[in-house]
Structure formats: C-alpha cells, structure tokens
C-alpha cells in the first residue's frame, strides 16, 4: 500500500511536468501580444513596452521562460500576473471561495444524489422511481446556464427570495442557490448512476446468500449492497471533484461569485500567462490528488482491489 | 480609444455633463425627497487591472475610482466646460510656455500639502521609461521627455527641463512644440499630484492610493468585491460632494450587475448590458437613461490596401455611406441606443457641426449607385466589416451589410473575429482588406483629439494608414492656434478634408445607457458616460 502511494506520487511529477508546459506553450501562443494590449487602443510605447517585456521576463526564449517559471514555483513562487499583484494572492483570493462552492455542491451531490439513486434502484419501477428519472432527465438536458438564469429570475427577482447575486462570496447561506445549480448535473448523473449499479448488484449473488443467511435489511442494503455499488459512482465523484473547482465559469458569472473559474477566464482573455498558468497547475494537482483517493478507496471498498 | 468589452481603455474622466439634451436621463424628478448627506451608494465597476497609480491607469475599472480619489489642476464642469480645481491659474501666451498657480489650503487625504513640487515630482516619476508607466506618452509634448524616457536604453536624467518649480505654489511648463488643448488634456488621470508617500512604496501606494480629491479610501481594497471611498472633509474643490461616499461594486458581468440594478441591489450602473437594451427602459422608468456621450463607431478602410487606397476609391466609399439607412437602423435594430451619425464628431463634443458630413451621410440609394460606378466599384464587387463578436457589434453590422447589399448590389458580409484582442492584432498589423469598425472614445471632449489620434498621419489610431498631407497641415496649424474656438475653427476644415476622401464611413454617435435605483437621485450622466458622482443625492 505504501509503496503503490509512493510509486502514485512519483508519476505525478513527470504529469504536473507535462501539463504545466502544455498550458505555458498555449497560452503563449494565443493570438495577440498581451503586453501590447495594456495600452487598449493608444499606440504602444515602444520604450514602456521593452521595460515591461523585460520585466516579466517575456524577452527571453520561451523555454528559459518555462524553465524560470518552473523554478519559481518550486520555491513557491508563482510569479506576478500584470495587475501587478502576485498570482499567489490572487489565487489567495479565488480559491477559499471556490473550495466553499465546490464542497457544497460536492455534498449536495453525494448526500441527494446517492440517496436518491439508493431509493430508486431498490424501489425499481414504482412511481418514486419512474418520478426521479424525470426529473433527473429534465435536469440532464437543461444547459447549466438556462438553470442558473431560471433560478435567478424565479427565486431572485420574481420571488425575491435570494438578492440576484452573491452580495458576500464567503457567505455559505448566500452561496446556496450557485451551489445547487452548479451541482444540479452531478447530482442527476450521481442519481442515476447509483441507480443502476443498486439495480444491478441487488440481483448478485452475494445479496442472495446474504439473505439466506438471514442478514437483517439494514446490514444488507447499508453494508453489501451500498459498498459494491459506491465503486463507479466514487470514481465519477473524484473527477466530478476537480470539475467543479474549475467549471464553475459559467455558475459564476451569473452569480457575480468571485472565484477561480472567473480569475482564469478574464486572465486567459487577456492572455496572462503566470495566472493562468498557476490556477491550471493547482487544478491538475486537485486532479491529481482526487484520482488518487479515489483509487485508494476502491481497495476500501473491494477488499478484493488490493494494492502492492 | 475604442470600446472595449471585458477591459475598457479609458483616457476619458470627469465631468462633462450632458447638455441637457431631450433623451435626458437626469435624475431630477419633481419630487424630491428628503436628502441624507452622509447617505452612501452604490456603484457599478470593475476590478481595476493594475495597482492604482494615476500614471498607470488607463483602463475605466481603476480610473473611476482614482477620478474620485484625485483632482488635478483643471476638469469639466456640468456644463461641459473645462474648470479651474487645484489650479489657480494657468497662463500661456503661446501655448508652449505655461505657468500654473496653485489654490492655497489644498491637503492629500494624509494632510500633506499639495505643492508645485506635488505635481512636478509625479510628472517626472510617470515620464520616467525606467518606472515604465503606461500613461507615459501623455507628457510626450513636455520639453526633456526624450531625455527621461529615450526609445532605447536608459534615460539620461529623471527630470524634464521643461517642469520648474518657482515656489510651493507656482510652477512652469514648457512644452517642446505649441499645443494648444494642453491645457484640455491636464484633466486626465497622468497628470494628478502625488503625495511623498508615494515615492517611498509605489507598491503599498497602488493598495492604498492617498489622493487630494472629494473622496478618500475608506477601509482596505477588497479585491474582486469592492472599493470603497468616504467623502474627505478637507477637499478643497469647488465640487463638494453631497453624498457620504460611494461604494464601487466590482462585477464579472454586466449581465449580473443589471439584475441587481433592476432589483434594488445596486444603485448605478453606467453601462446597461446588450441582453437588456430592448428592455430597461420598461424596467426602470423614469430611472432609466438613454443619451449620447462623446464616443462614435464608424466602419474604416485600410487605405494601406492596393485596391482601396486608388484615390477614386473615395467615391466608393461616399457612394456606400449614402446606401446606409442609419436612421431606419437606429429605430429599429439598434433601439434608440445610437444617434445616426452626420460627422465624424459626436454632438456632445466641442467642434460638433450640424450635417459636417453633408449629404454623404444622408440616404440616398440612388446617387449612392452613382458614385460607387464613377468610383469603378468596389473592388471584387464584394465587401466585408469585420468586428469583435465579443462586443455586441453584430446588430448593426449585419444590418449595414443588408443596407450596402440591397441598395447597391455589392455582396456585404459582416464578419465577426472572437476577440477584441485578435481583431486588434490584425488591424495593428496592417492585415486588413475591407471594411472593419473603428470606433473613439474621448480622451477629452474636444474634436481635436476625434482627429489627432485617428487621421494624422502615422498616428497610434489611424489604424486606416490614412495619411493626407494638407489634413496634417490644418492639424498641425490649429494645435498652434492661440485659442481653442480658432483650433475648433481649423479642425472643421479639416473635417472637410475627410469628407472628401473618407477614409471612413460614420455610422453612429454612442449613447449611454444607464440607470440607478430609487435610493438615489440627482443622478445626472457627463459625455465620458459617467453619472457625477458628487452630486448623487442619497435619500433618506
């Protein structure tokens, strides 16, 4: 066990290596000249515009370029964005509020979606089943954008329930109607998913011979059934995971919520490299991080799964 | 500048209020309500790009707050006329050589006294290539510019000879060459004093900005959220704010932003977002405003262009102008949202003439026809504009190209580019083979910098490569002129100029369109679209 984390961690060296360079080479191959673009439409001046190459670094090859960068954030640096102020604390900024929205659309998802999935799969075919895969449906086919547009004239304006954006990102309570419609589609497949695999390990032999032992219900659904299921739905939820850290542009954006899917939007539009460089890189290790726990439970799970 | 979508550049500042025009926006209902004049509001913005440092800001996000924080030596009044603030005097005979007298009892927010030294150290510091400022270019015209900010290598000295310092309250300028709307131009944010503070810790200056101005930092900048701003009991300028303060609310959209307008949570917003211009007049009522300021969209030519810089090819160019109906587009396309345009000038901005552009700008499909024929057509018999689609320009420009093409025959498309970035990485780089849209925003409300920056030869605007010599010539004659109504004088027949060549076609004036919450009144928009934030009344 130890040696197979040991070894997970090791690859994750030449994937961090990898994808960090990839988003360096595209970012800095986007049309435009982002130093140029400070200026708006006023020529640029030749001699500001040396300074400021040379000041971020951006005269030299683009591979020292990388190379500088990757050192740096070795030490922890993760260099300067052209507002002026350090990545570091912009993403200081960004993502204390993006982990709130993230983990509570994350446990909406879980709590809802796996109990809503444990439901159905074992009432297959009753109306609250035929009901949930409906809605579920409905959910799966409607854009994130329509929803959270919806629920902002309903609930905002019509009903004025919520004030139509978020006034305080740290506020939880202010940050429940984002969450909800960031983790509507999640929640829909989590649903489902768990739906079909309760369905189908419900006619495993093992629920038998646990009947015929004669297991009481709690411990057959809440111990057989439930650990077999949760294996494709955890691996699901540990991308799901990453997902919402950095697709919540859209949720975002309408709710005025100051996190880090707007901060890498504004800073790909005007093509900052060190920004978005640095939120991505944070990304891929949540990525990372997430697979791993994920494939760690499995063995949890599946005493079967055994890792060496 | 040009209209940007999710960073708008800004030169442009203070208050030029509108002349109150029949659209009218103004706040000033019949009933007014019991005012409370330490009563706060709030304000639509963006997080500013960079630090707030006057000689950086240069785009709208950062400038609107240093607007409120600053005053310098002169700005607009309400009625759009320049006005005297820090400045007692400012006297030139020659418009080359100036001596500025300051007003006595003037404090920074931390109670250090403005000085002449005040605002010729800032100068200095934002000329200085070292420091690379991006408002730098702005002190160009100072005598010595060349020396603290050489095209290459490092500058010879950190001062400009041509600032001198007489005593506390009088300084000089001399200017390389007469220029005569300097004194216009010393409203813009480049041109703010700054404080010993500053020079200390730029860094820690640029979170915590101490200005001269009617506002001061009220509590730590949050980033992304807000800024806000309380008025400064010691502002000695003749605009005394009659409000508490205000709190600039920063938004990822517009979009966002209108629906907290719309629902009481927000308490102006200059910018009303293309989904609702259709709509927010019914929405706010009489809360609403809808009228022009001081910028114009027209669609260029790359004169750079083989076929399209043949001199005959002006007629083309005249004959495609009068195929356009701008007044039908107006009404029923665009929604009121634009003026048609009849020069290159927009009404609110001094050196506006009625119909400058005379009847090129008039409908008329007919002679439009003509003059495209006399003009040996349109190259290819097609054309093309090409915008930004991340702007909201496809409206007008699909139907222009509808105009072009049912009234002339010539094949029109509107062709959209993803990014404002891109479309200005091919225009700059001279890449262009038909029509795109050009669009200015005022530095400031004056026609001479509608010419100087877009058709002077070589200038930083002329994306068109537009170049005639006896159009430079009035320009560089009425930039020496003694006063501003002989260089407005000048610049009119300069604008004849380019209507005989028309380099290209106006199309439309821009309007604000704007609104506020029923917590405030008084709320009256200036030609940079900006409400006059002093005058805000906050009810009680």
């Known amino acids: ?308 | 500048m040009r209209g940007v979508k999710s960073a708008t550049w800004v030169a442009g500042a203070i208050v030029v209020a509108m002349t109150a025009t029949a659209c009218g926006g103004g706040g000033g209902s019949d009933s007014k309500a019991a005012v409370d004049p330490s009563g706060t509001y709030t304000y639509y913005n963006t997080e500013p790009q960079h630090p707030l440092v006057p000689t950086n800001t240069n785009e709208v996000g950062g400038h609107y707050l240093l607007a409120n924080l600053f005053r310098g030596l002169v700005d607009y009044d309400g009625n759009g006329k320049l006005r005297l603030q820090n400045a007692e005097s400012i006297e030139s005979k020659d418009n080359q050589h100036f001596t500025v007298k300051l007003k006595d009892g003037w404090k920074f927010h931390n109670g250090e006294p403005v000085t002449a030294a005040s605002y010729v150290d800032a100068w200095n510091w934002g000329a200085n290539a070292k420091n690379a400022q991006l408002n730098s270019s702005w002190f160009e015209a100072i005598k010595g510019y060349e020396d603290v900010h050489p095209e290459k290598g490092d500058p010879k000295t950190d001062k400009m000879s041509g600032l001198k310092v007489v005593n506390d309250h009088e300084f000089t300028i001399e200017l390389s060459r007469p220029v005569s709307t300097f004194k216009q131009r010393l409203f813009y944010d480049a041109f703010y004093p700054l404080p010993k503070a500053f020079f200390k810790d730029p860094k820690k200056f640029g979170e915590n900005p101490i200005g001269n101005g009617p506002y001061q930092q009220d509590g730590n900048w949050e980033h992304k959220v807000r800024f806000k701003v309380k008025k400064y009991a010691g502002y000695k300028g003749v605009d005394k704010p009659k409000n508490g303060g205000i709190d600039f609310k920063f938004y990822n959209t517009d979009d966002s932003a209108y629906n907290d307008l719309v629902s009481g949570k927000l308490d102006i917003m200059y910018k009303v977002p293309n989904s609702a211009t259709s709509k927010f007049q019914t929405d706010l009522g009489d809360r609403a405003v809808n009228e022009p300021y001081g910028g114009i969209t027209t669609i260029a030519f790359p004169m750079y262009d083989k076929e399209w810089g043949k001199p005959e090819k002006a007629k083309v160019r005249q004959g495609l102008s009068m195929a356009i109906d701008r007044d039908t587009i107006v009404k029923t396309v665009l929604k009121d949202a634009y003026d048609a345009a009849d020069g290159w000038v927009p009404t609110v901005v001094e050196g506006y003439k009625k119909d400058a552009c005379g009847e090129y700008c008039k409908f008329d499909p007919k002679k439009a026809k003509k003059l495209i024929k006399e003009g040996g057509g349109v190259p290819g018999n097609k054309m093309t504009i090409t915008f930004n689609n991340d702007g909201g320009h496809r409206d007008w420009a699909e139907a222009v190209c509808n105009d072009i093409q049912q009234n002339t025959g010539v094949k029109c498309a509107a062709e959209p580019k993803p990014t404002f970035q891109q479309v200005r990485n091919e225009i700059t780089s001279k890449k262009m083979s038909s029509g795109f849209r050009m669009a200015w925003v005022q530095d400031f409300p004056n026609i001479a910098n509608f010419f100087g920056e877009q058709y002077r030869t070589g200038a930083g605007a002329n994306d068109m490569g537009f170049s005639d010599k006896k159009m430079d010539e009035l320009m560089d004659k009425a930039d020496k002129a003694k006063t501003v109504g002989e260089s407005n004088e000048l610049y009119a027949q300069a604008q004849k100029r380019l209507t005989e060549q028309m380099p290209s076609i106006p199309l439309f004036f821009d309007h604000t369109l704007g609104g506020y919450s029923d917590k405030v009144q008084n709320v009256k928009f200036d030609t940079f679209r900006q409400a006059i934030w002093t005058d805000v009344e906050v009810k009680k």
Do not use: C
């Open chain 1, 1 to 308: 066990m130890g040696r197979y984390v040991a070894r997970r961690l090791l690859q994750m060296i030449p994937v961090f290596i990898g994808t960090t360079l990839l988003i360096f080479l595209m970012v800095y191959s986007l049309p435009g000249d982002p130093i140029a673009a400070l200026f708006g439409d006023k020529a640029a001046d030749p001699a500001t515009v040396a300074r400021l190459r040379h000041e971020y670094g951006l005269d030299q090859p683009l591979l020292v370029q990388y190379w500088n960068y990757l050192t740096g954030l070795l030490q922890g640096d993760f260099g300067q964005s052209f507002t002026g102020r350090p990545v570091a604390d912009l993403m200081a900024d960004a993502f204390p509020v993006t982990i709130r929205l993230a983990l509570f659309a994350f446990g909406i998802e879980v709590v809802l979606g796996i109990a809503l999935g444990m439901l159905t799969g074992l009432k297959r075919g009753k109306f609250i089943d035929q009901l949930v895969l409906v809605l579920t449906l409905v959910v799966i086919s409607i854009p994130v954008f329509v929803l959270g547009f919806l629920a902002q004239f309903f609930l905002g304006f019509k009903w004025g329930v919520i004030t139509p954006t978020v006034q305080d990102s740290m506020n939880l309570g202010q940050l429940a109607v984002p969450a909800v419609v960031l983790g509507a589609l999640s929640l829909a497949y989590v649903t489902r998913l768990t739906r079909t695999t309760v369905a189908e390990n419900l006619r495993a032999d093992y629920m038998r011979t646990a009947l015929a032992k004669g297991l009481p219900t709690r411990r057959r659904i809440g111990v057989h059934l439930m650990r077999n299921s949760l294996i494709p739905v955890i691996t699901f939820l540990g991308t799901d995971l990453g997902m919402l850290m950095g697709g919540a542009i859209v949720t975002e954006g309408i709710f005025n919520v100051q996190g880090v899917g707007n901060t890498l939007y504004r800073a790909i539009q005007t093509s900052e490299g060190p920004t978005v460089v640095g939120i991505v890189t944070v990304l891929v290790l949540v990525y990372l991080v997430a697979s791993l726990v994920v494939d760690l439970l499995y063995a949890v799970l599946d005493p079967r799964i055994r890792y060496a």
